[in-house]
Structures are given as structure tokens and as C-alpha cells.
């Protein structure tokens, strides 16, 4: 090969390497700019990929500023009582939460990784009544490439 080609070859894999560089970059500022739709959006995406029957409408999905760790699935009750009437009440709050910190830290890739790591748990929930990183987990994780516990902190740089 001659010398000329050699160093076509190379300014070829430079270019390439560079336009892959960029598309990288303006990928995480689309995710940047508006997680929590991207967020919802790829979520929907790979339930549909990996059949999971997701009820949308029972949990809020959250990008949290807040927790340090990759994301969570919380269910929370509360119970109050009126004064006046005497009256006890209770509600359910269920969260889908995952780090805006996992993606400012460590990029969309370890973002999506967590989505998919929450989505499951979501769907122990609606399914299963319960969540954890057991037998159902491990079958949902081995289908979508996803590691039982955490890979990242949401704070780790």
C-alpha cells in the first residue's frame, strides 16, 4: 500500500470517527433537553419491543435531580385523617425515578440501561405484586441486556 493510500485510509477513519463524535454529542443534548419525554418515549419503545404489559397510567415516571442512585420504583402510601369529619383517607403515589445524573455522568447509553433496569420493576408490580432482583427480574433482564443491580452511581463521575 502506498504511502498516499495509507494516509487517505487514516484521514477517512478520522473523518468517521469525528462524525461519530458529533452524532454522540448532539444525541445527549437531545436527551438533555428534555429527559423526561425521551425518558417516557423510550420506555414505550421497549415495552413494545419486549411485549411488556404496561399499565402508563398507574405511575408517574420522574427524572429526579435528587437521588444518588441510578433510579428506583417507589410506592408510597399515605394515610391522613380530616378533623372536621373525621374521616380517614389514603393515597398511593408510584414512581418510576430515574437520575438525571446517570446521564450527565455517564451518558444516554447507562441512561436507557437504567430505564430498562426500572421498567422492569415496574412491571414485577403491575404483574407480580411485588418487586426485586429474583427469578421474574432475571428473566426480564437476560431478554433486554440489563444487569441486575446498578453498573453506575448516579454521582460517580
Known sequence: MSESTQLGASIAELTSGVGEMREKRQTEEAWLDD????????????????????DWME?????????????????????????????????TTKEMDVSINVLKNHGVEKFKHAIRHELIHVWQYQHTGSMGHGSSFDEWADQMDVDTYATCRADDR
Open 35 to 54: 429527559p423526561k419525554g425521551k425518558m417516557m418515549t423510550y420506555a414505550r419503545e421497549v415495552a413494545a419491543e419486549y411485549d411488556m404489559d404496561i
Open 59 to 91: 405511575f408517574d415516571f420522574r427524572v429526579s435531580q435528587r437521588t444518588k442512585r441510578h433510579g428506583a420504583v417507589k410506592i408510597e402510601e399515605r394515610v391522613g385523617r380530616d378533623p372536621f369529619s373525621d374521616r380517614s383517607w389514603t393515597t
